[in-house]
């Protein structure tokens, strides 16, 4: 695994922020929300669409309540679900995982931020192509 | 990167991909097709303030995400996906190696088959034709097109069959779809005519489908989202609509004919089969004009496009599924810019390498074949 600066904080200037880059052949977006940084490979779990370029959301959930009806609701407080602008399939920007089937996901990158710039460690070129 | 950059190439496939649903739309509605009626005809549509679009559709029907185009198919210059052809042949052809792409104009099936009446649909058919005859098909011989017809009117309809048969880049018929099934002698003048010209009926649902009276109406009742009425809309159709063409003996009267269901599924074909063929040994005597088993019929003249492709959870499924069906009757096809497409280098993993070529080209070869798709011989 190798350690990469892909830009300063000031990219990422507030919560709701993303930049794309690309490392070790591996196209990644860093998104920002509240509580931290959290890197993606921008390729769909589904067909490989450009994930990372669709649009975000808080996440809208349901559920059954004791007198039969449903109550629809937002279980974030902030835009922490991505669509894949391809076909919709829902991502949890923290964790990757599909919100319709938690075994599927995108790739998830480590992120940490050190002196005013953002790292992202990515598999190197050579082992990803292994 | 910019949601309106053609996608970056891909890996081209190491073999041929013949796509046979790909939408168009033009780019400023029905002014874009204006200029390809007559005089009197294009002052009765303005001064009717006619027009197209999806606000048309009950709220119940809008797709959720308000547009059913991708996002990455929006043409640099504006307009929707698919209303802008250099962008199409760059994000599309290029970009996934496709060899030939039959186009096919939802907006004219919705108006043909109901939203306009039968003389405004003769006369939107002949110009959504030939506006993609002149400003679509000259521009790359990749782009082949499902000519529509005016169903309302057979007569006219294969009137304009034969003259669509034609023009080179002409390589289906685009028969929208009437809450009267396919088997229906109403159909008969286009068939004949279909039949005598050599090209292909190609169907797919209009939009108007379960909505419009006149339009295939829904089974069983109103689907309650968007959702319900994609998962059941065309396959009830489909299903519907193949066993009347095989009972009426539509097929056999039209030995000639074929029918490509672009758009309907596969999954929901093989179970029909094995239904119909039981049903035909039982009951032979109802439909003694149905002189062999319903599915010999479909395998020698119908095809059914992948897309949307069924999502299974094991390769080893899919795997199951086409060799159920049989692969000879599967064509690809991507159904862009709509987003429930699927790209050529994404679908139909896990098949026998042989077992996939013959979908994602050859199949579709054999069945337009290689003239019409502008194929070198």
């Known amino acids: 695994m190798e350690r990469h600066a892909v830009c300063s904080t ?36 589904h067909q490989g669409g450009p994930v990372c370029r669709g649009a975000t959301f808080r996440k809208l959930t349901a559920e059954v309540m004791p007198d039969g009806r449903t109550r629809e609701f937002y279980a974030s407080e902030e835009e922490d679900v991505i669509a894949c602008p391809l076909h919709g399939w829902e991502f ?23 002196g005013g710039d953002v790292y992202v460690t990515v598999p190197q070129r050579k082992e990803s192509l292994a | 990167m910019s949601v ?43 001064r009717k303030r006619a027009n197209f679009g999806a606000d048309s559709l009950p709220l119940r029907y809008n797709h959720p995400n308000g547009r059913v185009i991708r996002a990455d198919s929006m043409p640099p210059g504006g307009g929707p996906g698919g209303s802008d052809p250099e962008f199409l042949i760059a994000d599309h052809l290029d970009a996934r190696g496709v060899s030939a792409a039959l186009l096919n104009t939802l907006q004219a099936l919705g108006h043909s ?64 779809m009437m809450n009267t099934y396919l088997g229906n002698r109403w159909h008969y003048p286009i068939y004949e005519a279909a039949e005598e010209v050599g090209l292909p009926i190609a169907l797919h649902v209009s939009g108007a489908d379960y909505i419009y009276q006149g339009a295939p109406v829904a089974a069983g009742g109103i689907a309650e989202s968007y959702a319900e009425r994609f998962v059941t809309m065309a396959p009830t159709i489909g299903m519907t609509n193949l066993t009347n063409l095989v009972f009426t003996g539509t097929l056999e009267r039209f030995p000639g004919l074929r029918f490509a269901f672009l758009e309907f599924g596969f999954g929901w074909v093989a179970p029909l089969l094995r239904r119909m063929d039981s049903a035909w040994r039982e009951l032979r005597h109802e439909t003694p004009w149905v002189t062999k088993p319903p599915s010999a019929y479909v395998h020698d003249q119908v095809r059914f496009t992948t897309q ?70």
């Open chain 2, 308 to 377: 949307p492709s069924e999502e299974v959870g094991d390769k080893d499924d899919l795997v199951r599924a086409v060799g159920d069906l049989g692969a000879d009757v599967l064509v690809f096809s991507s159904d862009y810019p709509h987003w429930d497409n699927d790209m050529p280098h994404n679908t139909l993993r896990g098949l026998e390498p042989e077992t996939r070529k013959a979908i994602l080209g050859q199949n579709a070869v054999d069945f337009f074949g290689r003239t019409r798709l502008g194929l070198a011989a």
């Open chain 1, 92 to 114: 949890d920007i923290r964790s990757g995982r599909a919100l319709a089937d938690a075994r599927r996901g995108v790739r998830k990158f480590a992120v940490d931020v050190d």
């Open chain 2, 113 to 176: 088959a109901i939203l306009a009446g039968p003389d405004e649909s003769v006369a939107m058919c002949a110009a959504f034709n030939d506006f993609h005859l002149q400003e679509w098909l000259p521009l790359d011989s990749r782009l082949r097109y499902a000519a529509t017809v005016p169903v309302q009117d057979p007569l006219k309809a294969a009137e304009e069959v034969r003259r669509m048969a034609g023009h080179e880049g002409v390589a289906a018929v685009a028969l929208p």
């Open chain 2, 4 to 46: 309106t950059q053609p996608a970056p190439a891909e890996a081209p496939p190491s073999t041929l991909v013949i796509d046979c649903d790909v939408h168009t739309v033009p780019k400023e509605g029905l002014k874009s097709i204006l200029p390809y009626m007559d005089e009197a005809w294009r002052k009765r549509f303005e």
């Open chain 1, 10 to 45: 000031d990219a990422l200037p507030e919560p709701g922020t993303r930049y794309s880059t690309e490392v070790e052949g591996i196209e990644v977006t860093v998104f920002r929300l509240s509580d931290g940084y959290f890197a993606l490979e921008n390729k769909c779990a």
